[in-house]
Each structure stands twice: as structure tokens, then as C-alpha cells.
């Protein structure tokens, strides 16, 4: 930002503190005093801002935030909040009510003024926005506001005795009449400066957050100090308050507007591939151990100690719930062990103790392969469980549990089969389908029953969330904090060694959470090697996409930015659809949504939905990635 | 992600590429390292756990030992004894006889309470099935629906178990099939439908014995005559019910929370049950929160009409808590008492966080799965026949002689001058043991006289208190007669006979709730005493009714004060005068003295704590029960990642609390520089800001690659905990997603 535009805004922010409101900005007394002051306000400050250009966006988030404020302070004289959109507008509401003492004529226009404000309201933004308008209106309604102003001034010499709140207002009045000075003497300045678009931008950005931090100043301020001495009382410091109660911080950070962060991206930097990632893991040496290694080492054989203590409390019918910070997987497996250890102290039991280890990070589990496996374990390999509804596999599991338990055993107490289901991260965030309600309460259900026991991980700090009162009492949990600090994705060890854990595949998670999702398929060369075992037509069509979708990019400017993290723009199906029927690719749309989903199925493809259903279908990849991948399906 | 993994298959195994699988042990078969792995690792740990180090490596070897002979036990005892405790020289059979008392000790008070919590709800759940059932011969109902609204109270939780035990008690009373559906269930018509059909169908599969022919069951129910119905087809239910040969042909669909139900849903399927009603006979239960007013309020009009309603209370929340706790806490069954801290939190928490009563049971359930795995005192609780002189090892008087409570025991005897006892108690074991035998009578005593005294109090019934406050206070601070007495003093005449009366009646039968018998032969003198004091009171009303007075009056009660006003001079004057009491009267404001010396005298408690040998018998640590059933998950996750080194204590990471520091794990530095971020978070300058931290210029100088790889796995580990989602506003941006941990 130019220095001199700069200090142009600030000045004009010096001023504006002192001009006061009497009322909260949505007062429906406070109407009449505005009638037309508004738009010109409106319009001049665009002007001033930002050179003719209009600049929007950030009037109308930053209002609503305002008047929120205001809401929330509700002190009568809050002066801050709408000082910034409608500067004039106090310009204006101020004098009448200066002159009320004096002269009555502030009163007469109040009710057409009513009438008026309320259709005005609309267009008043309108022209606001787009930021034309004719000069004069505009400065007939400062002159009117300084002459009121004077003539506020004028009355109070005249009258002499000041009191202390007309005092105030006396200084309003006056301050009115120098800032309308220095907006003619800006407006003047600007005219000859012709500013850039870009700083107009920047310029715009700058008051919302000078004037926030005005609030306080002006609060401070407000002991009848000349307006002059206001440069130190606006000084906003650089960074965040710090310190803020969470609640608190959630709001100061989701301020509309506050979003500011650099459009720096990850361009310049190489990003890692899973060949790459893999080769370092495996030759850095210090990426080999991790340096907490030992500490680590300790913190794991504690929670190792309460291992008889958990099993304890699976065989009174508690289910385990370990969490905190770290990958607990080994734990588990551990835990499995030591379970099984115990169990294998006589045969007998050993064969009806049934250990299940879910691993919740895969994104394909299902609660029906959960059931199977159950059921396999309880019936034999021989045994198949009638597919169906969850709900009526776990009726029929429960079934065939109390069945086995009754008939196949001779001594049923001992001999009935006992199933533990060791659960890792029971509230995966990755997977789609666990942390929904239907899937929770099948698995409480399934917990509940009495030959059943659950011991699970959960990884996330809202997991208390996943339940209500009733399925944690089904559950009957006992949580045990089992921070853990192992990483998710551990070391690279010797093959078979237990010291592995990868619980998620690295590389993918950060590329999808950066939009990159291109990289999952193995980048450009997975695209090939899909494309390559599929029919000629698969490989035409995605060709045509991939043009499309090119032409997409061309025709939208082609930066990378306007397309979320990368990816590609979307090309409408419809449209898709009929160029691949001219081009003798498919016939009917049912063989074309048999090659798309192809596509999907290796991900090299995604579709989404707008507003009013039309479906887009769009590529995971960059526009440099297209056009190499385009190379190659036509060579 | 199976393609990325094939890069790598020296990486994984089967077992991680597979989400579900039966776990097989590593060492199962027969290789013998890994079964001599388990027992070190387990030694090592149980050393840590002991307190003293030097007795450590003893107890390895002792330990050693043991878990031999643990193993040779558990084959054949069905029931597994505790881990030894004393560092591990626990004798097994201490340890197992810890067990076993705990597990006689348990499902004596698990039968109690579900006896409770079976009564609790029985008249209700009578009342219901014979509305179900009468509903049917009924003949003002016409076609309508019979419809039980049951007023259940706000407490999901407790619901629960009332559906339960409905669907139990109606379907063994009207032989109907009855189905549950809850509103997260069911977000349609169409999944309502099937839910209905598929439980109505399912049921007798599982009724009817064999597991296995489930299945065909249910083919009989779609196809016996060909036909396949669909599964939402009411249809197919009434082919199903014809098919089982059912005359009856009862359905029961109970809503149970009905107000989260959208009212629409409601009348749809309402309107789908009347027109069935003539084939199938479906009746519903609504489970209602707040009234039967506000439920139809939200309910058509047309659809009210086509409902045959009755209204059940059920008892409320609060009532089965007192139950539970009197039979289960308070009650002589307790082998176990838990003392008045962790009562008053148990007791809070259900009243403040509404948690159900199952979570109270398992709360004291866990309290005693805690005292007898933890405490190796507990082994007192045996009865004595198991309980020998041989069990008790060295440690265990050891240990007695280190309680708080001994040292107030033989501090009390060196003020009563008892110094050999006391000298006897410090040195002599087998004095120790024949003490500590004696505490268990001494106990039980303390442990009558405690509910006997509450039982008298609560059955005086003269100040409003819950039974569960009056135990608790008991227990912390003693009996407090106080406002008993007050209230005792301002009886009339012709209430103190009644109250007496009360009390006796309360000797003789003593309560059944607290499983405490009538202790009239133990009271004689105290029963003769109340008599007494009654028959003079009687005869002393008699007295005072022949003398033409109206009423008694002690020097206690209000009426016996009189306020005078009186004018002098245009200036009032206030005056008390004490009325004038008769002889009467005074004889009988000296019987009250005598009745509350008497109660003073027999209703008494010490606080628990005042006992000698107490802990062997009570048990009140909160922390266990708080963090076990209370997690605080966001400070375990704050903290561990704001302060990793206190968890694990290492020295580099030991001067940063708060702030960043390189040596810290990844995660962690990723994580305070999150707590900076707005809410949108910009990778590249997470990125650039962590890599000069960590970069080639700081003190652990990594190389750009390889902290990438960190950075990697930190932000991955991130996203795995939920603090960042993927976000499209900008490329190259995440956004963040928790602020409140």
C-alpha cells in the first residue's frame, strides 16, 4: 500500500471517532435525521476510497458484523460502529439534535423522513455498490451538514453556558465541520492521484480493521479529549489478542472479513510423493527413530502395566475406551496378546475366546464385514451368516451366540463363546460411515450383548460427542487416557517387526486435505496405468474430458486459484454426455455412466453437484498434469 | 489407497491391510520366544508399579514364580485371581481370595438391584398390558388405535430400560410382537415401515429356539405361497402372521422418544395402522418427555381421533435412585461402603448431568472392581473360614500398620493410658490379628447402629429429608439429631403417642428395603422406655382433658410465648410473657426432655473415618471413578500436545511449557502454531513458518526433505484427530475446525 493513500484514510479516521451517535445503529428514531444524508455518504466514502472503482464485498459482511457489535455494547452512545459505512450519516444525524434547544426545526420533516428512510433502505446500497451517482446531490447534503454544523456552533457561543453533555455535543458539531473540510481537501487529492485498482483494494480492506481497533481507543477517548490528539488512541495492535477464552477466539477469528491469510501456495515447493516418502523413511536415518523414542518406550510399558487391570473390566462386562494423543494401535495389538495369553492358560477356553481386531482408519470398513467376521469366528469358516440388514445380522449373530453357548459346549458356563472385539479408532474421522449415529448405536447394541466385549481407541478430543446418555450406557464404558505420543505412521522397521504402525497412508491424507487428490491415484502415471487396462472407448472418453476440461481452464482465466486447492474446473455431464454420443463413444447413457464409473471407481474422477443439480464432472489434477496426461492418450 | 500400499509390500502386513480379521497370536503354536517375551515385559512393568525399589528385584523372582503357579491355578478355578499386589508379593491365594470375594460379593447386590429396578416399573408395565389387552374387547374403542402414552420424564437413559422390560412383560402378557422404534432410527416413512416389519418378522425367529433356521423363517414370511412382498409391505407382515398360525395377530410399536418424531411421520403411520387395524391388530406406545397436552398438540386432529388412548406414569428417576441406593449401597448386603465423597459425586452427577441409573450401577460396580483388585486389604472382607491366619503374610500387617486410621487407633489408647494395648498393637503381630479380627464385629455394630438410626430417624418422619442426604452426611460427619429434636420439642400432645408409636413399628419390622431385620429383641430397654414415655403422656392428657384444659403445652412449643402489645402514653409496647403453665404441662415438657435424651441416646453415628481399620471396608477415592467415567478428553489432548514432556519426561522438551521449541513432536509444534491461525489456515506458511523452525538454520538443522516428511505426517495426524478439513475456499488452505478442545 502506497504510504500516501494511507495517510489520506487514517486522517479521515482521526476524525470520525468523535462524531457521536446517540442511539444504536438499527434505532428506529434515529431514521428520521437520515433521510437523505445516507446515500451521499454512502457514495462519497466509495468514491474516496477507492477512486470510482466499486469495491463491494466487503461493505455489506462487514455491516452486519457491525451492527452486531453495536447490538452486543448496546451502551447508548456507542459511537464506533457504523462510523465507517455512513460517515456522513452522523454528520447529519448530529446537528438536529444540537439544535433541538434552539430552533424547532428539526421536527417538522419527521414523518415524511420515515416514510422515506424505509423505501431508501435498497437502493441506498445499490448505489452504494455500484458507486455512481451524481457529485451534487452529494454535495448538497455535506453542505447542509456543515451549514448545520455552524449553525450548531454559532447557537453555542451565542447561548454561552455549556453544559456538560451539550459541551459534548458542541465538539461533535465542530468536529463535523473541519472532517467535511478534509473530505472536500481528500477528495481533491484523489482526483489528481488516480489510484491503481489493486491499492483501491487494499485501501478498502484497511478501515474495516483500523476502525475495529478504533472501538477501544474511542471508548478511552471519550473524556472529552480534542479530536487532534486521536493518533494514539487508534493504534491497533499487530496481532491478535492473546489469551482469549476459546469461545471467545472462535468468534474474534470467524469475524467476516478477519479471513486475511497470504495467497502464498505450496507451488514453489516440491511436494512428496508416496515414492519418495517412502525412500526417505527408509534411508533418512533421522527420520528412522524418533527422537522421543525412549520416552515413548516408557509412556507405552505404563499403559502396558494396566493391561490385567482393562482385562478385568472387559470380563465384568465394561467396554474399554483408551484415548489421547498418539496412535494406540500398537497398544491394542499388545493388548490382543496379552488377552490371548491369558485365555490360552487352558485349552478349552481358549478355543471359544474369540479376538476381533477392527482397524476403524480403513475407509472401506463396513459394519456388515464387522458381523461377518463375528459370525465366522463364532459359527466356523462353515457358517455364513444371511446377509441383510445390519439390525437383522446382529439379531441373527445374537442367535447363533446364544445357540453355540447352550448346545455346542458341555459346560456352559466356560464353554460358552466369548468374543472381544478390539476396535481401533472407533471414531475415525476418515472413515464415512463410523461416526454416524446409526452405525454407533448398531455397534452399542452389539457391545451390550453379554458374551460380547469391546475394547476401542479413539482418536479425535470430541469422541464423547458420538454418543447420548443412553447408547453410553449401553456401551458401558470405562475410559482410560492412554496418550501414547506413538506416531500414526511409524518408522520404517524391519520387515515384520512389531514396531510399525501405519495407521493412515500419509502422503494421501495431506493431499486430500490440500485438494490434491490427483496424487492418490500415483499422479499421471496411475492415470495411465489405469487407462491402459481399460477398453478403447474408457480411453476416448476420458481423452475428450480431458480436453474439455482444458477448454474449462482456458475459458476460466485459467489461474488456479478460483478452483479450490487446484483442482480442476467442472465440465457440465449433459454436455459431456452429447459430445461423447456425437463422437460414436457410447450410445446410451446407461454404457456412458458405465465408463464414468470406472473412473470413480480408480478416483480419477470426481462429480459434484450445484446449487440447482446440475452435475459437473471434474479432474483431480492440475492443468500442467492434464495437458501431460492428454499428451499421452493421443500419442 | 490399496495402490499406494503395493508400492510398499515389504511394509504391511496382512493383517493391517485388512480392516476386520480374527486375531491370531503371534505366538500361538508354539514358538517359544514370544512366549517367553510376555512374562518379561510384564515383570519389568509390575517393578515399576512397586513402591519400593529395593523390594523390586525380589519381587521379579517371587513373581516369576507366581505367574507359574497363577497359570497351573486358573486351570482349574474357573474364576482368574488379581494381579498380586505389594509390589508383587502378594501370596496368590491372598490375591485369589480377593477374588473371590469380590465375585460373591458382586452379584449378591447385582440381584438386588435388579429386583429394584424390576419392581420399580412393574405396576406400570401391569397397567400396560392390561390396557393392551382389554383394549381389544373394548367396545367403545370402535377402529381405533389403543395407545398407551407412558409419561417417561426427560431421562433418555432411564427409557431405555423401560422399553426393555416392556417389550419383555408385553409380549409374555398379550403374545404380541412388539417393536421399538427411536426417532434417529427411523427418518422416513418408508424405513419406519420396514423397521416394524423386519423386528415384528425377527422376533420369532429368535423365539422360537433354533438360531439356525432363521433363515428360513424368513423366506416362509415373504414367498410360503410365492408371492414376495416388499420389506416395507404391511402386507407381507399380515402374510407373515397368518403364515405363524397367530390369532391374534398383536403388534405393539412403541415410540419411545414420540417428541423427537416428526408429526408428519406420526400421522402417516398412524393413518397406516387404522387402516391395517382390521387384519392386524397394532397397538402403539408413545414414550412422552414433557405432556400428553403438548404431544397432541402436534398431532392432526383426524389422527388424535383415531387413537384409543390411556395415560401411565411411570416412577420417577429420583424414586428408583433412593431404591437402588438403599438396597444396594445403604442396605446390610453391601459388603462393600462407599464413602460419603465418592457418594456425593456419584449422587451430583445424576442429578446434575441426568446420567442414567445404569451408569450409577456401573459406578458402583466399578468401585468395587477397583477396591478389591487395588486394595489388598480387602482380603479382611472375607468370611473366616477362608480367611486364615496364613494368608495374612508379613505385608498385609505391614500395611495395617501404615493406615492413617491404626495411627489414630494407638494414638486414642495412648491417651486412654491403654499403653500396652497400644505397645501390644505397634509390635505384637499376632495381637495385630487378633485386633483386626475383632474389627470385623466391631464393624458389623458400627454398621447396625448407623441404619438403624436412619431407619428410626426416617420412619419419625418429621423433617423432610432424602434418605440418600441423611446416609451421606452420616457417613462424612455423624448423625446430626439437631433438627429432629427441634421438631420433636414442638409436638403436641397428642402427636408424640402417635410418633412413639412409629417407632416401635419401626423396631418391630425394620426395613425391608434396607434388608434390615426388626431388632426387638436387641431393644427391649429402648421399648420399654418408649412405652413408658407414651403411657405418662396419654395419662397425662387424660389428666389435663379432666381438668378442662384444652391442650397440653411444654415449655417448647410456640404457643406457650405470648407477644403483648400495649399502648402507654401513645407509645406501643412490646412484652413477652411466658403463658402460664400448668402442672401438667410442665410434667409433660420434662416427658419430651426424657423422650429426647432417650433418642439421643440410642440414634448416634460416628463418621466413618473415626473407625479403625476402615479402609479395609470402605472404599472413597474419586479420582478413579472420575476419570473413568468422566473423561476430559480436551485437557488430555491440551495438554499432551502443549506440554508433551509431561508425558513423557524427557529433558529437551522439559523448559518449553507453552511455547515452541525444535525438539518438540511434530504434532505439537504444528499445534501451537494452529492456536495462532485464524480459521482459515494457509499450508504454505504453516509450512514455511514450521521449516524455520526446524529448517537447516535452527539447532536440529533438518534437511527440507526430511522435515517435509515430518511436516507431513504432523498435519496428517492433525486431520486423524479432527482439527483440520479439507477446504475450497483457497488453494492450498485447510480449514480449521476446533477452537474449544
Known amino acids: 500500500m502506497p504510504p500516501r493513500r494511507k495517510s489520506t484514510d487514517q486522517h479521515e479516521l482521526v476524525e470520525r471517532p468523535s462524531r457521536k451517535r446517540p442511539l444504536p445503529a438499527d434505532d428506529p428514531y434515529e431514521i428520521p435525521d437520515e433521510d437523505d444524508a445516507i446515500p451521499s455518504a454512502k457514495r462519497q466514502r466509495r468514491q474516496s476510497q477507492d477512486g470510482g472503482t466499486p469495491s463491494k464485498g466487503n461493505a455489506t459482511p462487514r455491516k452486519q458484523a457491525d451492527f452486531l457489535h453495536s447490538d452486543l455494547a448496546s451502551v447508548p452512545e456507542e459511537p464506533e460502529s457504523l462510523t465507517e459505512q455512513t460517515p456522513s450519516k452522523k454528520r447529519l444525524g448530529r446537528p438536529p439534535k444540537a439544535l433541538i434547544g434552539g430552533t424547532p426545526r428539526g421536527k417538522p420533516s419527521t414523518p415524511s423522513a420515515l416514510r422515506n428512510s424505509l423505501v431508501d433502505d435498497t437502493p441506498l446500497k445499490l448505489r452504494g455498490l455500484n458507486g455512481v451517482d451524481t457529485p451534487s446531490r452529494r454535495g448538497i447534503a455535506d453542505r447542509s451538514a456543515r451549514r448545520k454544523s455552524a449553525r450548531a456552533l454559532i447557537d453555542r457561543v451565542l447561548e454561552g453556558a455549556v453544559s456538560d453533555d451539550e459541551d459534548e455535543e458542541q465538539q461533535i458539531a465542530r468536529e463535523i465541520y473541519e472532517s467535511s473540510e478534509e473530505e472536500e481537501d481528500e477528495e481533491n487529492t484523489q482526483q489528481q492521484e488516480n489510484l491503481a485498482d489493486e491499492e483501491a483494494d487494499l485501501a478498502a480492506t484497511t478501515p474495516s480493521k483500523t476502525g475495529r481497533g478504533r472501538g477501544g481507543g474511542r471508548r478511552r477517548g471519550r473524556g472529552g479529549r480534542p479530536p487532534g490528539s486521536a493518533t494514539a488512541r487508534r493504534k491497533k495492535s499487530p496481532t491478535p489478542p492473546r489469551d482469549l477464552p476459546p469461545h471467545e477466539q472462535y468468534f474474534y477469528q470467524n469475524k467476516p472479513g478477519s479471513n486475511k491469510t497470504s495467497n502464498n501456495t505450496l507451488s514453489s515447493l516440491d511436494l512428496l510423493t508416496h515414492e519418495e516418502y517412502f525412500s526417505l523413511l527408509r534411508d533418512e536415518p533421522g527420520l528412522q527413530k524418533d527422537p522421543h523414542e525412549e520416552q515413548i518406550q516408557t509412556l507405552q510399558s505404563h499403559h502396558i502395566a494396566s493391561f490385567p487391570q482393562w482385562a478385568f473390566e472387559l470380563s465384568q462386562g465394561f467396554s474399554v475406551c483408551l484415548y489421547g494423543y498418539g496412535s494406540k494401535r500398537r497398544l491394542l495389538h499388545q493388548f490382543a496378546e496379552y488377552l490371548s495369553s491369558s485365555f490360552s492358560s487352558s485349552s478349552s477356553e481358549e478355543q471359544n475366546n474369540k479376538i476381533i481386531i477392527i482397524n476403524g482408519h480403513h475407509r472401506t470398513l463396513t459394519i456388515r464385514e464387522i458381523l461377518t467376521t463375528i459370525a465366522l469366528a463364532v459359527g466356523g469358516p462353515t457358517f455364513r451368516l444371511p446377509s441383510g440388514n445390519p439390525l437383522a445380522m446382529i439379531q441373527n449373530l445374537f442367535s447363533l451366540l446364544s445357540s453355540s453357548s447352550s448346545s455346542s459346549s458341555p459346560t456352559p458356563p466356560s464353554g460358552s463363546p466369548k468374543i472381544t472385539l478390539l476396535f481401533s479408532s472407533l471414531d475415525s474421522p476418515l472413515s464415512p460411515t463410523l461416526r454416524k449415529p446409526a452405525t454407533q448405536s448398531l455397534l452399542a447394541h452389539l457391545s451390550s450383548h453379554p458374551l460380547i466385549s469391546l475394547a476401542c481407541t479413539v482418536d479425535t478430543p470430541d469422541f464423547p460427542l458420538l454418543w447420548d446418555s443412553s447408547l453410553r450406557s449401553s456401551f458401558n464404558f470405562a475410559f482410560h487416557d492412554c496418550t501414547t505420543f506413538a506416531p500414526f505412521s511409524g518408522p520404517v522397521g524391519p520387515v515384520g517387526s512389531e514396531t510399525k504402525t501405519d495407521e493412515m497412508d500419509v502422503i494421501s491424507e495431506v493431499h486430500e486435505l490440500l485438494g490434491r487428490m490427483g496424487k492418490r491415484a500415483g499422479g499421471k502415471e496411475g492415470v495411465a496405468f489405469v487407462l491402459r487396462s481399460l477398453p478403447e472407448n474408457a480411453r476416448k472418453l476420458f481423452g475428450l474430458i480431458v480436453g474439455e476440461v482444458l477448454v474449462a481452464f482456458e475459458e476460466g482465466g485459467g489461474s488456479a486459484g478460483e478452483f479450490g486447492g487446484g483442482e480442476s474446473p467442472g465440465v457440465e455431464y449433459r454436455m459431456l454426455y452429447n459430445k461423447a454420443v456425437e463422437e460414436f463413444i457410447c450410445s446410451s447413457e446407461m454404457a456412458f455412466r458405465t465408463l464414468l464409473k470406472e473412473f470413480h471407481d480408480h478416483q480419477i474422477i470426481t462429480s459434484h453437484k450445484d446449487s440447482i443439480g446440475t452435475e459437473y464432472l471434474s479432474l483431480p489434477f492440475r492443468k500442467e498434469e492434464l495437458e501431460s496426461i492428454l499428451e499421452e492418450l493421443m500419442s | ?741
Open chain 2, 1 to 741: 489407497m490399496a495402490e499406494s500400499h503395493d508400492d510398499n509390500p515389504a511394509l504391511f502386513e496382512d493383517d493391517d491391510n485388512r480392516a476386520v480379521y480374527i486375531f491370531a497370536p503371534a505366538g500361538h503354536g508354539g514358538s517359544p520366544q514370544q512366549e517367553k517375551a510376555r512374562p518379561v515385559k510384564r515383570r519389568k512393568f509390575t517393578s515399576k508399579r512397586a513402591s519400593s525399589s529395593s523390594a523390586a528385584a525380589a519381587a521379579e523372582v517371587v513373581r516369576e514364580g507366581e505367574a507359574e503357579m497363577e497359570r497351573a491355578q486358573t486351570t482349574t478355578a474357573a474364576a482368574a485371581a488379581f494381579p498380586p499386589l505389594f509390589g508383587g508379593k502378594e501370596s496368590v491365594e491372598a490375591a485369589a481370595l480377593r477374588r473371590q470375594v469380590f465375585d460373591t460379593a458382586w452379584p449378591v447386590l447385582d440381584g438386588r438391584i435388579k429386583n429394584v429396578l424390576r419392581e420399580a416399573n412393574r405396576t406400570t408395565l401391569e397397567d400396560v398390558s392390561s390396557f393392551i389387552r382389554d383394549a381389544e374387547g373394548d367396545t367403545t374403542r370402535g377402529t381405533r388405535i389403543p395407545a398407551g402414552f407412558i409419561i417417561t420424564g426427560p431421562n433418555i437413559a432411564s427409557q431405555d430400560l423401560l422399553f426393555e422390560q416392556l417389550s419383555e412383560a408385553l409380549g409374555k402378557a398379550t403374545q404380541a410382537r412388539f417393536v421399538r422404534l427411536r426417532a434417529a432410527g427411523v427418518p422416513n416413512l418408508k424405513a419406519a415401515l420396514k423397521k416394524v416389519i423386519r423386528d415384528a418378522t425377527a422376533q420369532v425367529s429368535s423365539d422360537g429356539g433354533g438360531g439356525g433356521d432363521g433363515d428360513e423363517d424368513a423366506k416362509v414370511t415373504f414367498g410360503r405361497d410365492g408371492r414376495k412382498y416388499l420389506d416395507y409391505d404391511l402386507e407381507g407382515l399380515h402374510a407373515f402372521l397368518s403364515s405363524q398360525q397367530d390369532p391374534l395377530k398383536r403388534v405393539i410399536v412403541a415410540f419411545e422418544d414420540s417428541e423427537a418424531f416428526e408429526s408428519s411421520l406420526l400421522t402417516d403411520l398412524l393413518a397406516l395402522f387404522h387402516s391395517w387395524q382390521g387384519r392386524i391388530q397394532f397397538s402403539v406406545l408413545f414414550g412422552i418427555a414433557t405432556s400428553v397436552e403438548l404431544f397432541q398438540a402436534r398431532l392432526l386432529k383426524s389422527t388424535a381421533r383415531q387413537l384409543f388412548g390411556a395415560k401411565f406414569d411411570v416412577v420417577q428417576a429420583d424414586l428408583v435412585l433412593d431404591n437402588v441406593f438403599k438396597s444396594a449401597i445403604a442396605g446390610t448386603q453391601a459388603t462393600l461402603r462407599l464413602g460419603p465423597a465418592l457418594l456425593r459425586n456419584l449422587l451430583d452427577r445424576q442429578r446434575d448431568q441426568v446420567a442414567g441409573i445404569r451408569v450409577f450401577i456401573s459406578s458402583i460396580k466399578y468401585a468395587y472392581m477397583c477396591h478389591f483388585y487395588a486394595n489388598p486389604l480387602s482380603v479382611l472382607l472375607a468370611d473366616e473360614k477362608s480367611l486364615t491366619r496364613q494368608l495374612l503374610q508379613p505385608e498385609h500387617l505391614q500395611a495395617v500398620r501404615t493406615l492413617d486410621s491404626f495411627k489414630a487407633h494407638v494414638e486414642a489408647a495412648v491417651d486412654a493410658r491403654q499403653l500396652n494395648h497400644a505397645q501390644s498393637l505397634v509390635e505384637d503381630d499376632g495381637y495385630l490379628v487378633k485386633q483386626m479380627v475383632e474389627q470385623r464385629q466391631k464393624k458389623q455394630d458400627y454398621l447396625m447402629q448407623l441404619l438403624r438410626s436412619l431407619h428410626l430417624l426416617t420412619s419419625m418422619d418429621l423433617v423432610p429429608s432424602r434418605f440418600t442426604d441423611l446416609y451421606v452426611s452420616a457417613l462424612a460427619g455423624g448423625l446430626d439429631l439437631t433438627p429432629t429434636i427441634d421438631a420433636i420439642k414442638r409436638l403436641g400432645a397428642d402427636d408424640v403417642p402417635a410418633l412413639i408409636n412409629r417407632l416401635l413399628a419401626a423396631i418391630q419390622t425394620g426395613n425391608p428395603d434396607l434388608d434390615l431385620p426388626g431388632w426387638e429383641d436387641e431393644a427391649e430397654d429402648l421399648i420399654s422406655s418408649l412405652t413408658e414415655i407414651r403411657d405418662e403422656i396419654e395419662a397425662l392428657a387424660e389428666q389435663a382433658r379432666e381438668k378442662g384444659q384444652q391442650s397440653l403445652k411444654s415449655k417448647f412449643t410456640a404457643q406457650s410465648k405470648i407477644l403483648r402489645t400495649t399502648v402507654v402514653a401513645q407509645k406501643v409496647q412490646l412484652s413477652q410473657d411466658t403463658a402460664k403453665l400448668t402442672e401438667e404441662d410442665k410434667a409433660f415438657g420434662k416427658t419430651i426432655d426424657s423422650l429426647v435424651d432417650l433418642l439421643t441416646h440410642h440414634i448416634y453415628s460416628e463418621p466413618i473415618d473415626s473407625l479403625f481399620l476402615h479402609q479395609a471396608w470402605a472404599y472413597d477415592a474419586e479420582a478413579p471413578y472420575r476419570d473413568v467415567f468422566v473423561p476430559r478428553p480436551g485437557t488430555t489432548f491440551e495438554r499432551a500436545l502443549t506440554r508433551p514432556h509431561g508425558y513423557l519426561g524427557c529433558e529437551c522438551c522439559s523448559k518449553t511449557t507453552g511455547t515452541l521449541s525444535a525438539t518438540l513432536p511434530t504434532t505439537c509444534i504444528l499445534y501451537q502454531l494452529y492456536l495462532e491461525t485464524g480459521s482459515l489456515v494457509n499450508v504454505a506458511d504453516l509450512w514455511s513458518a514450521y521449516y524455520a523452525l526446524v529448517g537447516e538454520d535452527s539447532d536440529v538443522g533438518l534437511g527440507e526433505r526430511e522435515a517435509l516428511v515430518r511436516f507431513y505426517r504432523g498435519l496428517a495426524e492433525l486431520r486423524l484427530m479432527g482439527f483440520v478439513k479439507q477446504s475450497r475456499k483457497k488453494a492450498d488452505h485447510v480449514a480449521k475446525v476446533k477452537w474449544l478442545l
